[in-house]
């Protein structure tokens, strides 16, 4: 195992920031180390202390003036679509037909879907992403090829095979019972497996009947352990059609809840066209909208709405959503979400964004005890940023005077190129800046 002392300014949060000068809801250590043994956290804290507990020889990585924080979380995204990013010119119910249908049928071939996993690991990798929940296309293919690669990098991530058996091609329809049948032997095959989580993911109510809703209840039950992902009121068609087919529904998310499918473990993609009662019902049962921003932008889907989620205490979290979402990385995300809110009279301050990315995204998935912040005993999923990664964020961070504007400057205007290195379960993978030191005592004698 990788037994490490990363250097660096390190940054975690503690709770929800209530604003953008609230110092009490993250700890911050300007000259700041994480030691890490056996892919856990052992020690967080000031350089020195840290270093004193480390003793004898650990191998020392030194990223100053970087920023060290946990590894990004994205709560909903779609692997099988990872080739179809930047497909041009439809709202959402054309843009599934068009592209995605014809995308996903592709893997039913073991060799294809084996390609795009490992390809789509190394991007969410690339951007400082550590763990995704993610949906897999309806082969079982496509399951084994994502958490095969997921375990070959061990990285944390939650999948599931969708379940469809109406209003898609024939080649990408199962049945309630073959839906059932799958689910059950993948979630035996790979929930709880390493790192693996499972996630029931019955794709949404246009693209199941009440049988197969039923035999997602049945699932949900027989497996409270796992995760279920599925669609809500993304776009107003969307709506209209879901409710015609569930005429005796009050409303979508009256369809989930009358399957017993709203849970604290339920993660509902998008969440945009709700009413007060529905978002109530969310509250009640603790399940999660999902927050989308560039990719509810790209399809002109419409603008979630935060502060109505809060008022009424329902949970959210936030998601790139590729492929209709148009990047991998969580800062190009957040910067669209602060449009989004901005656009509704909302403030997204730059800690409430970071907060959303690591510990507020693990909260809601009730992993908080594993990952999204740095503490003793977490999983050492940590990633590295570079504020100064572009030539204008340079330019620009001359000027900055705080840690909130500094947090802002890589929101607004980062990507991929600032993450500087990304560490899963304590082993490097981006392998990009950073010094190391073999011998921890040249270190200490440095200071």
């Not at 709202?91 to 879907?113: C, D, P, S």
């Not at 849970?263 to 945009?272: F, S």
């Not at 008022?311 to 148009?326: E, H, I, P």
Request: charged share 25%; proline share 3%.
């Amino acid at each position: 195992m990788n037994d490490l002392l990363i250097r660096g300014r390190v940054l975690t949060f503690v709770r929800e920031p209530q604003g953008v000068d609230d110092s009490e809801s993250y700890q911050f250590y300007e000259d700041g180390a994480v030691l890490v043994i056996s892919g856990r956290i052992s020690a967080v804290g000031h350089h020195r202390d840290v270093a004193a507990e480390a003793g004898g020889r650990v191998q020392v990585v030194d990223h100053r003036p970087h920023l060290v924080l946990p590894g990004l979380i994205d709560t909903h995204l779609h692997f099988p679509q990872t080739q179809a990013i930047a497909s041009y010119g439809a709202q959402l119910l054309e843009w599934l037909n068009t592209y995605i249908f014809v995308e996903e049928q592709k893997f039913r071939e073991g060799e294809h879907a084996a390609f795009i996993a490992g390809r789509f690991m190394d991007e969410l990798i690339s951007n400082g992403t550590t763990t995704a929940v993610a949906y897999c296309s309806v082969h079982p293919e496509s399951v084994d090829a994502f958490f095969t690669a997921a375990e070959e990098r061990n990285m944390l991530m939650i999948g599931g095979k969708v379940m469809m058996d109406r209003n898609a091609p024939d080649a990408l329809r199962d049945t309630p019972q073959t839906g059932y049948d799958e689910t059950k032997r993948l979630i035996g095959k790979w929930h709880g497996r390493g790192r693996a989580q499972y996630a029931i993911s019955p794709r949404f109510a246009i693209t199941s009947t009440p049988q197969q809703m039923e035999i997602a209840r049945v699932l949900a039950a027989e497996h409270p352990e796992c995760y279920v992902q599925t669609h809500l009121s993304e776009n107003r068609d969307e709506i209209a059609f879901a409710t015609s087919l569930y005429p005796a529904a009050r409303d979508y998310t009256d369809i989930y809840a009358r399957y017993d499918l709203l849970g604290r473990k339920t993660l509902l993609g998008h969440c945009i066209y709700l009413s007060d009662r529905e978002v109530s019902l969310l509250a009640e049962t603790g399940a999660i909208g999902v927050f989308c921003p560039t990719s509810n932008l790209f399809l002109g889907s419409g603008l979630f709405d935060r502060d109505r989620f809060d008022r009424l205490g329902a949970r959210f979290s936030v998601a790139t959503d590729v492929g209709a979402g148009t990047s991998f990385s969580m800062l190009e995300t957040m910067d669209q979400a602060y449009k989004i809110l901005h656009l509704q009279g909302q403030r997204l301050s730059p800690l409430n964004s970071f907060y959303r990315m690591t510990l507020g995204n693990a909260q809601a998935l009730e992993l908080e005890h594993r990952i999204g912040s740095l503490h003793v005993g977490a999983d050492a999923d940590i990633v590295v940023l570079d504020s100064r990664a572009k030539s204008a964020m340079e330019l620009r961070m001359q000027v900055a005077s705080s840690l909130a504007e500094e947090l802002f400057v890589l929101q607004t205007m980062g990507d991929d190129r600032c993450v500087a290195e990304v560490y899963v379960a304590g082993k490097p993978m981006k392998r990009a800046t950073g010094r190391v030191a073999v011998g921890q005592e040249r270190e200490l004698e440095a200071m």
